[in-house]
């Protein structure tokens, strides 16, 4: 048996408003004295709002599409075994859990004295209920993931995407990957830094199935020097070196003032004069602005914000998340491609 769900965000006229291309559709909201008020300049205002509310509403579905999954399954050995479902629980998970005993009710209560704050003898009874419930629980739990296992299921649900483009200067990694992580990082931010390495954990693990782009993001009331470091990565990636100069500001988060951004880029053997006019001229200031509406526009609020094809991870999560997000893509791509065959 191979049970097969189908759905779909439905994000309906407003998914484009979330799109964070620089190719914001431009559909006419409002006119002000013969001057046009456009859907595009609503992202700034709340682009993060309209993530969140994308991403409730596919919590939602994900948590109800579990539901009709478990629910599905049961029905289905069920009726195959000729059982109600109710039957079925109670044999296969039900009766098979062991009611605690003195000592292990006695251990659950020392563990959590403190906030009882009652004798033991006066809460055995619910001690030893509340323990019975989480076996059986867990019990439950089992017996649906077998039977999820046995029916193969497949869900094809997928989380909200947004649209976020890069720069091909700022791209590490096989052009041609079928998975892109875009980053948009601080260079003061301490968990910008802690992401690093798990970036480094899934560049090592999936290889020339991932690609890395870089985006400025910094956040200049709380981090007065992100800017100039954002402008320094931009001068050194004149002379070829931009993914050595940002490994190095993110390695040496105390040196990001000027002499800081001036001795790293002697270190990594810059044409010194080159470089320092370029940081000397600003010239970047606009382009790592550009970065920062972009971010805004696809609801990023503070860093570091990633999109992995599209789906938004926010803050340094762990290796965990990237790992599930990528291997759901893969998979993706491979039934897209099967079916195409």
């Not at 039900?94 to 006695?106: I, L, M, Q, R």
């Not at 700022?170 to 990957?177: F, Q």
């Not at 880029?265 to 370029?278: I, K, N, P």
């Amino acid at each position: 048996m191979k049970i097969r769900f189908v759905a779909s965000v439905a994000l309906g006229a407003a998914a484009a408003v979330c799109a964070a291309q620089d190719s914001v559709p431009k559909k006419a909201l409002a006119e002000i004295d013969g001057k046009m008020v456009f859907e595009s300049d609503l992202i700034p205002l709340i682009g993060p709002q309209l993530r969140q509310l994308y991403g409730q509403e596919y919590d939602l579905q994900k948590r109800a599409l579990e539901e009709a999954i478990n629910q599905k399954v049961l029905e289905a050995e069920a009726g195959r075994r000729g059982l109600a479902m109710e039957k079925l629980v109670e044999q296969d998970a039900d009766s098979k859990v062991a009611a605690p005993t003195p000592a292990e009710v006695e251990a659950f209560y020392l563990g959590q004295k403190d906030r009882l704050n009652r004798p033991l003898d006066d809460i055995r009874p619910q001690l030893q209920q509340a323990l019975m419930q989480a076996r059986i629980a867990q019990a439950r739990q089992g017996l649906v993931k077998r039977l999820r296992e046995k029916a193969q299921v497949t869900i094809l649900l997928r989380p909200p995407k947004i649209e976020v483009s890069y720069d091909p200067k700022r791209l590490s990694g096989d052009a041609k990957a079928p998975v892109m992580i875009v980053e948009f990082s601080d260079f003061q931010c301490p968990f910008c830094r802690n992401a690093q390495s798990t970036l480094k954990e899934v560049r090592q693990k999936y290889k020339d199935r991932v690609r890395l782009a870089y985006r400025d993001f910094p956040l200049r009331d709380i981090h007065p020097q992100a800017q100039s470091a954002a402008e320094a990565t931009r001068c050194a990636g004149e002379q070829g070196k931009f993914w050595e100069y940002r490994n190095l500001l993110f390695g040496n988060p105390a040196k990001q003032d000027r002499p800081g951004l001036t001795k790293h880029a002697r270190s990594l053997q810059l044409e010194q004069r080159q470089f320092e006019d370029c940081l000397a001229s600003g010239k970047y200031k606009g382009k790592v602005e550009e970065d920062l509406q972009a971010g805004t526009r696809a609801g990023v609020s503070g860093t570091p914000g990633f999109f992995v094809n599209g789906i938004f991870l926010n803050g340094a999560v762990p290796f965990a998340e990237f790992e599930k997000v990528i291997d759901a893509e893969l998979a993706a791509l491979e039934r897209r491609g099967s079916s195409s065959r």
